[in-house]
Each structure stands twice: as structure tokens, then as C-alpha cells.
């Protein structure tokens, strides 16, 4: 997944539903008690952006498609607890060598069989720079991806993967690293049959997977219809008779269908409606938080912001001036919660009261206090401005950054600015470029249920998502520390100590956790949203 | 009349490289990397970007670009998106979509604008003249929008009288009131341009002569009144069309209608520029169709214009 042009939700959705003639299909208005079996559900969608391949699937449209195609060694509930799929066990002594032994008889639904070369040759593909995959990055942990993701590599075959017979397959990394089988369950992980590598544009077009659903129908910028897999056999077996997805431009239209029963599932409610859209659909509708968190970032590489005893002062004293659950209240209508960590609630070892969090709470006096303390260290000139930075085109992202930005102006008394980007590429381009004169908005939504992809992408010294070049040494052998670990809930312990060395040089000032806004039709009932927001498809029921 | 036809289809070549240039190089300039929307503010590896950048022509300086652009062109390829499928299959699929709405929303207001425009031009002062003025200057005060909102709240969600939004087929059916919302103002100004025309003509010369002939009175109306003041109103129509095809961008998004205007506006966030040149390239070719047409009427409406 990636980081939601609209602040305000979960992603950019999209849509569906679909015409009469698809809806039908039979019996769709039975009223029994276990819900009808049959019914095919209309959910929205976005177009994904790039053919059905696992490694090449960064976003929201293509990636709720892709869960439902396929199923890898582990897929994760509602909570983001990992439930072994295909592995029957992924096992390691010292979270560095892992030896997956996978379930045999299982097929693809072409009925060709899913082995463990599938895997493997899956992540050769997807890892290899000659195949350009958007999610190659995903692999880097194994050994011998520095060899296959060099520009110009000709190799595609990562030392660190070796099959060992039809059913095993062992995995090196070139490190410890103990949420790696938590990892397992995203997207880019997923096997892939041989006729997928022999002409991989064909695939992604009419991709054949082994998951709860087939793809039978894609029409672009129009709908993705979905049918059951008769051959799967697992935990996230369909209990409707299929899913429509259908394309959707704007949230708006999406919601007129929604009321209108025209369809069935929507996860994301229109800025507009928000304030209503409990009151209109009443026990049908949902308000939850997901894995997801919304942050500004101060580059490091700002004048009076580098990471000395100024710089930890000042960033102490704006994340004490902003009131949050204010602007939650005014701008979201009391739809999210507020940040007390870096990572996000639904999370596996998550804690609200880390020592340190209180940076964290509003306190105007005190951020006067810290800021004139700095301006001891070095003055900060009265007319010099400190600018919040954020793209035009997401949804909601001026109305909140306005907001932080008064409360900088009122609280610490700073000429504080709000900096608007044409669009996302605009500003993402400038972030990546360490070339902004400002902080800005970020957000970051799991690609996997663990602490530590909301810390080591983004905090640990260069790393990929590191957007404020943020760098503590201390900070990274913590990391590295929880990696070794062998007991995730050791990790987990560790990396929420490594989170209180953030809270003394808060490289970003958390602001509140995300939440799925969502609401279904009266033709449809089991409808839950899972850890990453995204409707659990395949239990949702007709009434 | 044929030289004259060859002669304004050839204006188009000029127009149409003039046209795409000048495109090209506008969303060349937009800030921005279009790589950096693909990874979403995800990591990418390096190898990952060089192969993306290089696949697109985008590490080219702008004059290589646009001449690959051109070259391929000449072939008929209109290059591909960032999602892998060729250019020209998203405009195969969604201009038959917006040419339909604008056609429907072309035929909405020129059929109901002239017949009101010249009824309440023939009863000039009465109860439906003004009842007319002052409803299309209503239509023309609100914006597109809000009365896209307003009539798919009430039709389709509250009355159920239709889908609120439009299917993948876009059937004629299903898009009449996304064509009513985008017709509605052009709807509004043919009134009031035939109304006011209807009126200048009725005092006219020709129009007592014929009256006096003892022509009947529908015959002095349509052949005499009409025909003589649709020039002003066939002009208008004309460059409407091609309005009605690149303006769509509000009404197709409203009721979710899977046209040009949606591809566009998705082209453009992405800086995805085959996209976007094509589609402009496009509506270029449809306004000079559409005013060439309107030339050709003239002739029809006036007899005294004549192509040589």
C-alpha cells in the first residue's frame, strides 16, 4: 500500500456496482437467518493502477483484488493476527535461516499446482531490476538481493531462496530478522503459477491465482467481477456467491449508489457526508481505526531543526502546541483518535502509554516554555516563517494543515505557514529530493500488521521512507535488536523501546491514528473491516 | 465547396502538431515526477526507477520526447499508461461514452432550446417568455455541480426513478440525465439566443412580404422566422460541441460515467502525458469537424453564402 493522497481516509476508493443484470444472478433478497449464500456483493474499487502481478501491486484498487485472487503462506484475520494458508510451517532457530514447509495437493485455479517452486520462482520475479516491479524493495531482506536488483542485473536468482523438495523451500536473509514470516501475508509474497513468468503483461491481465476468489471479468475503469474458487480450501473460504467490484471516480457517486442500495459495501464516505452518514445508514455503517497514521515531518536538514538539543527542543514544543483532538473534532466530526505512538493501535504489541508519550499531549504553556528555551540555544527570528507543507489534490489535507497551522501561530506565537503542492507528485517529488523548506504532511499505511514496518522504513538511518533523513545510531541497534529477537513478543517489547528514543528527537510529529469510515447496503449483513480497513469480502452475506 | 473543404481539413495538420506541442510541454513542465505518484511515497529500488524512467522516455530531454512522441504516432501508436495497456484502447473505450453523452446533451438543448427559444420570441411579453427568461437565467446562475447533485439526490436516490449512477455499458437510456445536467446551460443560452434572434426577424422585410403573401403562419415561422435566425444559434452549437466533450469532466464524475473526462483527469494527476495529448488531440480534431459543419451550414441556413 501506500500513503493516501486524501488524509482523510484510507485510500482513494472507488467503487461499484453494478448493473441490474449482474446483481441478479438469482435469489438476492431471501431473508434467512445465515444470510443468502449465493449473493453476489458489490463492493467499490479504484482502478488498480498496474496489472494483476503480486510485485507490482502498490496500492489499494489493485490490492484488495489481490488478496481475494490469491492466498500466500499466512494471511492475516480481522485483528492482523497472522493464520497460517498455504504454510504448513514456517520455522527458524535464530530468525535468519527459515525452513517453509508448504501444504501439498494445493493447485492454482487453472488446477496447475502450487509448490514450492511457485514461491520461489515468484520472488526471484518480483525481486529481479530486469522486471521493473514496484515492489521489488520487498525483498531486499533475502540474501543475494543486492545482486538481482542492481541496474542492468541480468541475474534473477537470489542466493538466499533454495527449494528443497516439492513441498519445502528455505529462505536466508542477509540478516536476523524476526517479523519477516509476519511479512509473508503481503501481496508481493504471493506464489505465482509458470504461465504467469512466460508472458507476465498477459498475466496481470487475466491473472490465475489460488485464492478465496477467480477474476472473471476485467473491464477497465469499469467494474472487476469475481467468482468463487471451487478449488480453494482454506480459511477465508466465500460465503456469497462472488464479488463485483465496480469502478468508482468520486466517493459522491459512490454514496448515491449506496443509498439507493445500488451497492453494497462502500469503505470510504465522502468529506461531505461525514458529519450524516451515521445518521443515514444507522446500524450500517462503521467508524473504526485501522493500521494507518497521519504525521508531519521536519527534515533534519532544516536549519534550526537538526538533531542537536535545539532542534529535540523545537519539535518538542510544536507537538505540544497543537491540540489534536481539537481539529479531530472540528475537521474530522470526532472521526479519528489521537496519536500516543508512532505506530498505530490495531497492532500486535501496540501500547497507548510509552514512556516518553507525553510530548505527545497539548499543553500550550508548556511549547511556549521548550520554544523559548531553544531560543536561547540559537534565536529564532521573528519573522522568519516555519511552513507546513501538503498536496492539494487529497481530499481534507488543507482543512487540517490550516489547523496546525493556526495552532503554531496562537500557541507558540510563530509565523507559521501552510505551504500547498499542486499535487502529490509535486510535493513527493521534493521530499524525495531532500529539497523541501518546510515540514509536511505524511501518513503511512501498513503493508503488513507489525510495529516495525511503521519504524524501519521510516526512521532506521537511510531508509527507504525516510523522508526526513532522520539518523540515530542508537535508534538503529534497537532495531536491529528487535529484529534478532526470536520471540515476536520480545520484538515487539524492543521496538516499543526503541520508539522512546523517538520521543526525545520526534524526527515527526505524530498526529492522530487513521480510521475506515464505511457503511453497507440493506442487501448485505456480516460486513466487517479488517486491520487495514479494507472490508473483510469473502464473510460478507446477502440478507 | 470541395476546395474549400480540402482547404480548412488541411488548417487541421497545423493545428493538431501546434495543439499536441504545446500539451506536450505543458505537462512535461507540471512539477513533479510521474514516478514518484506510481511508488505512492513508498520506497522504490533505484534499478526499479531507472527501468520505469527509461521505459517511458522520461530521463529524454523534452525535444527527444516529444519527437519519439511524434514519430510514433506516424505509426498510429499512441504510446501506453503507466498501467501497461496501449493508449489508444482507453480512448477506444471511453469516447464512444462521451460522444454519446455530448451528442444526447446536444440534442437536449438544441430540440427543447429552439422550440421554447421560439415560442417565447413569438409571444414576446406574455407569461411564457417571461417565465423562460427568467428560469434559464436560474440554470445559467447555478453551477454544474450543485444541479448534478441536486437532480441525481432527488431522481435517483430519493424518487429511485433511476440508477444515481451510470453502468459500464453507458447505455443512451441511462444517460440522459447526466446529458440534461451537462446540456442544461447550453440549453439556457439557445433560448435566449433564439428568442432574442426570433424576435428581430419577425419585424423584418421578408417576414412582412411572406406575411402579406398570405403564407400561412407556420409556414412563415419555420421557413422564414427560423431558418433565418439559426445562424447565430447554429454557430453557438457548433463549438458546443466540442465543449460538451472536454466540459464533461464534472458530469461524468458525478454519475461515475466511464468517459474522456475521468481518463483525463486521471492522466493528468499521473503525468501521464501519451494520455493526455491524445485525448486533447482528439477534442482539437472534433472542434475543427464541428466548426467546419457549422461553415457548411451556413450555406444551407443563408442563401446568400456561397463557397466558392
Known sequence: ?543 | MLSFMLKRIAQLIPVFIGATLLVYFLVFATPGNPIDALSGGKPMSDATRAALEAQYNLDKPFWVQYGLYLKNLVTFDLGTSFSGQEVSALLGRAFPVTARLAILALLIESVFGIIFGVIAGMRKGKWFDSTILVASLIVIAVPTFVLGFVLQFVVGVKLDLVKPTVSGAATWGELFLPALVLGLVSLAYVVRLTRTSVIENKSADFVRTATAKGLSRRRVITVHILRNSLIPVVTFLGADLGSLMGGAIVTEGIFNVPGVGHLLYQAIQKGETPTVVAVVGVLVIVFVVANLVVDMLYALLDPRIRYA
Open chain 1, 1 to 543: 500500500m501506500r500513503y493516501s493522497h486524501a488524509s482523510k481516509a484510507v485510500v482513494l476508493s472507488a467503487a461499484l456496482a453494478l448493473t441490474l443484470s449482474a446483481c441478479g444472478g438469482g435469489s438476492s433478497d431471501t431473508a434467512s437467518g445465515d444470510g443468502d449464500g449465493s449473493y453476489v456483493v458489490t463492493a467499490n474499487t479504484t482502478e488498480p493502477q498496474n496489472g494483476l502481478l503480486p510485485a507490482n501491486t502498490n496500492e489499494v484498487g489493485g490490492g484488495r483484488v489481490m488478496d481475494l485472487l490469491f492466498t500466500g503462506l499466512v494471511s492475516y484475520d480481522a485483528k492482523g493476527a497472522p493464520v497460517n494458508e498455504l504454510a504448513e510451517s514456517i520455522e527458524s532457530k535464530d530468525s535468519q535461516n527459515y525452513t517453509i514447509k508448504i501444504k501439498s495437493g494445493q493447485t492454482f485455479s487453472d488446477g496447475s499446482p502450487v509448490t514450492a517452486a511457485s514461491f520461489v520462482d515468484a520472488w526471484n520475479f518480483g525481486a529481479a531490476a530486469k522486471n521493473a516491479q514496484l515492489n521489488s524493495y520487498f525483498f531486499e531482506s533475502i540474501k543475494g538481493y543486492d545482486k538481482v536488483s542492481a541496474e542492468k542485473s541480468k541475474e534473477d536468482k537470489m542466493e538466499g531462496l533454495k527449494v528443497v523438495d516439492d513441498t519445502t523451500f528455505t529462505v536466508k536473509l542477509s540478516q536476523p530478522e524476526s517479523d519477516f514470516p509476519l511479512r509473508l501475508g503481503y501481496t508481493a509474497f504471493m506464489p505465482l503459477p509458470e504461465a504467469a513468468f512466460k508472458d507476465p503483461k498477459a498475466f496481470g491481465e487475466k491473472p490465475v491465482g489460488n485464492g478465496p476468489y477467480k477474476l472473471t471479468e476485467w473491464n477497465h475503469d469499469v467494474n472487476l467481477k469475481m467468482d468463487i474458487n471451487e478449488k480453494y480450501d482454506g480459511p477465508r473460504k466465500a460465503a456469497n456467491g462472488g464479488i463485483d467490484f465496480k469502478v468508482y471516480q468520486s466517493t459522491d457517486s459512490a454514496y448515491s449508489d449506496l443509498q439507493s442500495n445500488n451497492l453494497d459495501v462502500l469503505d470510504q464516505i465522502p468529506p461531505g457526508q461525514l458529519a450524516s452518514y451515521q445518521d443515514d445508514l444507522g446500524e450500517n455503517s462503521v467508524n473504526s481505526p485501522y493500521a494507518g497514521n497521519a504525521t508531519i515531518t521536519i527534515p533534519s536538514y532544516l536549519d534550526h531543526f537538526k538533531e542537536d538539543e535545539e532542534g529535540k527542543l523545537r519539535r518538542a514544543a510544536i507537538s505540544k502546541a497543537i491540540d489534536r483532538q481539537l481539529i479531530i473534532d472540528k475537521v474530522y466530526q470526532g472521526g479519528k483518535s489521537i496519536a500516543k505512538d508512532f505506530t498505530a493501535p490495531v497492532l500486535e504489541g501496540y501500547s497507548d502509554d510509552l514512556p516518553g508519550s507525553d510530548v505527545l499531549e497539548f499543553n500550550g504553556d508548556e511549547a511556549k516554555k521548550l520554544w523559548a528555551e531553544a531560543d536561547k540555544i540559537s534565536k529564532w527570528d521573528a519573522d522568519k516563517e516555519f511552513s507546513v507543507g501538503y498536496n492539494v489534490d487529497g481530499a481534507g489535507n488543507k482543512e487540517f494543515v490550516e489547523a496546525v497551522v493556526n495552532q503554531l501561530k496562537n500557541n507558540l506565537g510563530i509565523k507559521a505557514t501552510a505551504q500547498s503542492f499542486s499535487s502529490f507528485k509535486e510535493l513527493r517529488a521534493k521530499v524525495t529530493t531532500y529539497d523541501m523548506s518546510g515540514s509536511f504532511r505524511t501518513g503511512w499505511q501498513a503493508d503488513y500488521p507489525s510495529l516495525y514496518n511503521f519504524l524501519g522504513p521510516l526512521f532506521g538511518t537511510d531508509a527507504g521512507s525516510n523522508d526526513g533523513k532522520y539518523s540515530s545510531k542508537e535508534f538503529d541497534e534497537k532495531l536491529s535488536e528487535g529484529l534478532a529477537a526470536t520471540d515476536p513478543a520480545e520484538g515487539a517489547k524492543i521496538f516499543n523501546e526503541s520508539q522512546e528514543i523517538l520521543f526525545k528527537d520526534m524526527p515527526v510529529i505524530p498526529l492522530w491514528y487513521q480510521a475506515v469510515q464505511g457503511g453497507w447496503s440493506t442487501n448485505v449483513s456480516n460486513v466487517e473491516f479488517g486491520w487495514n480497513g479494507v472490508p473483510i469480502y469473502n464473510e460478507i452475506t446477502g440478507k
